[in-house]
């Protein structure tokens, strides 16, 4: 049956309507005079919906999305997999969601262990002498790694570096982050096999560089062969190895960033460690470092510290989730994780090689990278990904790594089932054939969904980002 | 492995058709010194009975009373909130990068922008921020970018502290340097003690309303010329205050139907003048119409994002509070103008009529500006009643040593406590009168 | 592709028209830069009065998912400005070298022209390096 294509809720909301009350009206009390005048604009014609509308309303926008409750989400890069129901049930337990991280420690003691045993675990899998937890996202761990990477080079007395390395396989929080604490972002080019050489950065081994920041596996899921060898050589520099940890699900139990050389490294908890994406947010994103960085945390309590980054404990709500998610599944589980992560990546890529393009030959872990090079028809990558909604489909990553061009980046995780993976290529590999004998079938896509292709030119340019009162009358 | 789909018979017809004899194949590229050899373990795997009884046992009883804000704030939340919030639907989707299959969200994110556009008096808003702190400095790293050659913000000191502490952070990193206006001892005003000329050359006047010792502010006395921005921790004050007139409006929404979870992850909210909207950070959603002119939504000017352009983006944020900023809105929903401000007029009568108890046995409110629904007490007047409270498990306020204000608690009570208004108010009579 | 044989070319897709008046000069991009940015929502130009330096970024265009900088074919001040344009970005597509122009400069060191390809050597750069956009 066919979604209806809810309006926005502004329609349904009405003055007269019956709108929620928390609590019963006490009239000794309501007669106590507030001492200022209330503001009087109708809050901009803001207006309630009846409870029975709101459920309905908000029910129906909600099946106008894809979630990975319904089916596979093989965003590359994002790592969309199974959110565990459990987290869920624990998070929402009111001794976790009410608690205020005001109260005297005495109330806190259970929260705060749970927060020291999640910082502990994360350093185990990573192999960072130290985590610290309070960064709000995964850019937001990064932002933290970069000023905490800028006070280490200032307590050396070290003023002059400012040069920040940047793959161009590197995902563009790397280098906004950089220029938010006032680096200047050198782009370095990966190698033929997809990788970096150490030869490509010799030219920046020197007085000017502050670090060096490597996605490991790389966007492409290749393993950085050389980095070891390019932290080395960093360091003997005077710079510092940051690692970018998006992909940290093709890792554990198979290496330790923090024993390779890389000095610091944030995590997602919501992608390697199951806390729900929820349409954008919130993350999580804790920092793992080494001794060296320690004193700089935001946590570390000693006056080198770069202070706090975020108020209070930082994103507890997805701390617990991950916490349970660890303790569900043990260290064995983890590496299973990682394992089932590679088997499933690298069966789609054996299945797809051929149909498409796949432009850098090297071996991959947990996400592959293919592009729209062979497409009869002019056929692009947008094209198709738009087309493989009408299978059934949410499209991968498209245009990304922005070094490859026309780039479909697919990332199936673990907990997709041997079906599920075969029901995504056989789509696939049905769009791809379209693409030859019906391209406007492509051109045109998708053809099943509330809405067919968005006018995003319009939409930029006349920005219309917010409800007036004047359109309801 | 618990949420693995695959069976063993699987795995080896998936490695057949790789063409590989074992999984370790697959690793063959991670080189051999490169291999974990560490035999340190994490706990688990735990069955999901043993592991919530472990947590059930490691539970320590919640305080009875907690009249704790400070910055978030406890209100009833609808059952309606939480049962809707926890749809697959929501809690499971991703940022919504292909416009044709996330209507949904960015519906709802259509809907956020145009309530925090409502609240905040502002001409529009983003789709909002990690929390209320980060929003804050979002705002004035915005001031900078437009007022690029300046390099000095001035603050009141009456920002909520975890907020200051935030924003000297990113300031040390930007070279800025952060003046601190300080406030009125007697009215718990903040002070513009600096000329107009010195306003108008910083970044930007940053105050908070109701500020960090629950004193309502007003901009009227920043200087023309000057980039105001307001903070507002308390986002239930709006529904009566709108705020003063600023060039940005930003801070916490968790009032607004997200729990208070120790502090995170809440909502930020960020709103300003059309005229910034191209130097704003964080994601925007506009509506347009498809191939066929059905109304529809999609991100837009998405140029000043990261993941186009990179060092040179307004902000590195990614990732932001998706699922809290869906909360604040269902709970926006249903309360609507008027259900929002029975609330704030609950919370901030049951303020007053606790503060007149207190005021009853001798305790006196430390600032004479007006207040929303949390004020300063000053307690030296019963040394011992606060810690009498606490031991029977009723936090009256938090204390404030730290803010050079020994015997001073912050107060704050919210619908939350209205109802139950003659036996809070009895219980701390009783305590002050024992001692 | 036929390029206008009376302008100059900047690497970064620039072109200047010189004034017979020996004084002032017209700003733009190309064809193919425009074709190549595809959908344009926005163009960001200095006010008059500002200075603007060869070689230097000057303004900013941008499509829905691209930004592109612009780059000064040469150095002066901004005497004039296609306020139209930014008005309605559909000019450049139509007439990028007539009513699509920019700027208008005062130039300050005509030698600089000498720097900037004319168009049979731009035709054959774009030629030459097909995947340039």
């Known amino acids: 049956m066919p979604t209806p294509l809810e309006r926005v809720i502004f329609h349904r909301a009405d003055a007269a309507k019956e709108h929620f009350h928390a609590v019963a009206a006490d009239q000794a009390l309501d007669a106590i005079d507030l001492g200022f005048s209330e503001r009087n604009d109708g809050l901009g014609g803001m207006e309630q919906v009846g409870e029975v509308e709101v459920v309905r309303h908000y029910t129906r926008l909600s099946l106008l999305n894809w979630d990975i409750d319904r089916g596979l989400y093989p965003l590359g890069s994002c790592t969309m997999k199974h959110n565990p129901r459990l987290n869920e049930r624990v998070a929402a337990d009111p001794a976790y969601a009410d608690a205020h991280p005001e109260w005297p420690a005495t109330y806190l003691a259970q929260h705060k262990r749970i927060m020291s045993e999640l910082a502990h675990d994360l350093a185990t899998l990573s192999g960072f002498d130290k985590v610290c937890l309070q960064p709000a996202a995964g850019a937001h761990g990064e932002l933290t790694a970069v000023f905490m990477i800028r006070a280490w080079h200032l307590s050396r007395g070290d003023t002059k570096r400012d040069v920040f390395l940047i793959p161009d396989s590197a995902h563009g929080t790397n280098p906004a982050s950089a220029a938010m604490s006032g680096f200047r972002c050198v ?33 492409l899921g290749i393993y950085e062969t050389q980095f070891s060898d390019i932290a080395d050589a960093v360091h003997k520099a005077g710079g510092l190895v940051y690692m970018d940890g998006a992909n940290f699900n093709a890792a554990m139990g198979v290496f330790q960033p923090g024993r390779i050389g890389a000095d610091v490294m944030h995590f997602n908890l919501h992608k390697t460690f199951t806390t729900p994406h929820g349409g954008g947010g919130p993350g999580s994103g804790p920092i793992g470092f080494n001794e060296n960085l320690a004193p700089f945390a935001p946590d570390s309590g000693l006056p080198q510290s770069i202070g706090r980054v975020k108020a209070w404990f930082g994103q507890w709500g997805m701390y617990i989730r991950a916490w349970v998610y660890i303790r569900s599944l043990g260290s064995s589980g983890l590496s299973e994780a990682t394992e089932q992560a590679v088997l499933n990546a690298n069966y789609l890529r054996s299945r797809l090689d051929g149909v498409l393009n796949l432009p850098v030959k090297a071996a991959t872990l947990h996400e592959v990278v293919f592009n729209d090079r062979d497409l009869p028809n002019k056929i692009t990558t947008l094209d198709l990904a738009k087309r493989l909604i009408d299978f059934g489909f949410h499209p991968p990553t498209v245009y990304f790594p922005i070094h490859v061009p026309g780039a479909l980046m697919i990332e199936p995780t673990e907990t997709e089932s041997l079906d599920e993976l075969d029901r995504f290529c056989d789509a696939l590999c049905a769009v791809v054939t379209e693409a030859a004998e019906d391209p406007e079938r492509l051109k045109t896509a998708p053809h099943t969904t509330c809405v067919s292709r968005v006018d995003e030119v319009l939409a930029a340019r006349s920005l219309d980002v917010r409800w007036t009162a004047a359109e309801c009358g | 492995m618990r949420y693995s789909a695959t069976t063993p018979n699987e795995r080896q017809r998936m490695l057949d058709t790789i063409g590989v004899s074992s999984v370790a194949d697959l690793f063959q590229s991670v080189p051999e010194a490169a291999r974990t050899r560490s035999a340190a373990s994490v706990l688990g795997p735990l069955p999901e009975g ?109 920002l909520n502290p975890q907020y200051l502490e935030v924003l000297r952070t990113y300031m040390r990193f930007q070279n800025v340097e952060v003046v601190l206006l300080p406030f009125d001892r007697s009215t718990g005003h903040t002070l513009i003690n600096v000329d107009a000329q010195t306003q108008a050359d910083a970044i930007a006047v940053l105050l908070q309303s109701p500020n960090t010792y629950g004193v309502i502010e007003d901009t009227a006395g920043i200087a023309p010329g000057a980039f105001r921005i307001v903070v507002v921790t308390e986002a239930q004050s709006l529904a009566l205050l709108k705020p003063p007139p600023a060039e940005v409006v930003c801070g916490e929404l968790q009032s607004l139907g997200i729990p208070v979870q120790l502090g995170g992850p809440t909502a930020g909210f960020f709103a300003t003048r059309r005229e910034f909207v191209r130097s704003m950070p964080g994601r925007l959603v506009g509506r347009t119409v498809d191939r066929h002119g059905t109304e529809a939504f999609c991100i837009t000017l998405a140029t000043r994002e990261q993941f186009i352009r990179r060092e040179k983006a307004t902000s590195n944020i990614c990732t932001s509070s998706g699922l809290m900023c869906l909360r604040s809105v269902v709970y926006t929903s249903l309360l609507g103008r008027k259900g929002l401000q029975e609330v704030a007029r609950q919370s901030a009568r049951a303020a007053r009529a606790f503060l007149a108890a207190l005021e009853e046995i001798g305790l006196k409110r430390a600032f004479s500006g007006n207040f929303f629904n949390e004020f300063v007490v000053d307690c030296s007047a019963r040394p011992e009643l606060a810690r009498r409270l606490e031991a029977a498990g009723f936090l009256l306020g938090l204390p404030l040593e730290a803010h050079g204000l020994p015997h001073h608690r912050l107060v704050a009570l919210t619908e939350i406590e209205y109802p139950k208004m003659a036996a809070l108010i009895k219980e701390v009579k009783t305590h002050a009168h024992a001692s | 592709m036929k390029m206008p044989q009376d302008l100059k070319y900047s690497e970064h897709d620039e072109w200047i028209r010189l004034d017979a008046d020996g004084i002032h000069a017209w700003v733009g991009i190309t064809a193919p830069a425009v074709e190549a940015l595809s959908d344009l929502v926005f163009l960001d130009l200095p006010e008059v009065g500002k200075e603007i330096q060869q070689g230097e970024v000057f303004g900013e265009i941008e499509s829905v998912k691209a930004v592109a900088d612009l780059y000064a074919p040469m150095t002066g001040e901004v005497v004039g400005r296609n306020d139209a344009l930014i008005d309605d970005l ?14 208008k400069i005062r130039v300050e060191k005509r030698i600089e022209a000498d720097k900037l390809m004319k168009a049979d050597a731009y035709a054959l750069r774009l030629k030459s390096n097909p995947d340039h956009h």
């Open chain 1, 187 to 219: 782009q370095v080019k990966s190698g033929p096999n997809g990788t970096l050489r150490i030869e490509d950065i010799q030219a920046h081994l020197n007085e000017r560089l502050a670090a060096i920041m490597i996605t490991n596996p790389n966007t």
């Open chain 3, 90 to 103: 559909s000019m450049l597509k139509k007439d990028p070298y007539g009513d699509g122009w920019m700027l």
């Open chain 2, 50 to 158: 043993t592991l919530l009884a472990e947590l059930e046992a490691g539970k320590v009883a919640p305080p009875r009373v907690a009249l704790i804000g400070g910055g978030l704030y406890r209100h009833f939340i609808p059952a309606t909130v939480d049962s809707l919030c926890a749809r697959s639907e929501w809690v499971t989707s991703y940022t919504p990068y292909q416009p044709e299959v996330s209507q949904g969200t960015l519906r709802m994110y259509y809907e956020f922008q145009t309530y925090v556009s409502m609240l905040t008096g502002q001409e529009l808003s983003n789709g909002g921020m990690y929390d209320g702190s980060t929003a804050c400095v979002e705002a004035v790293l915005m001031a900078k970018r437009l007022r690029p050659k300046t390099n000095r913000v001035l603050v009141s000191a009456a």
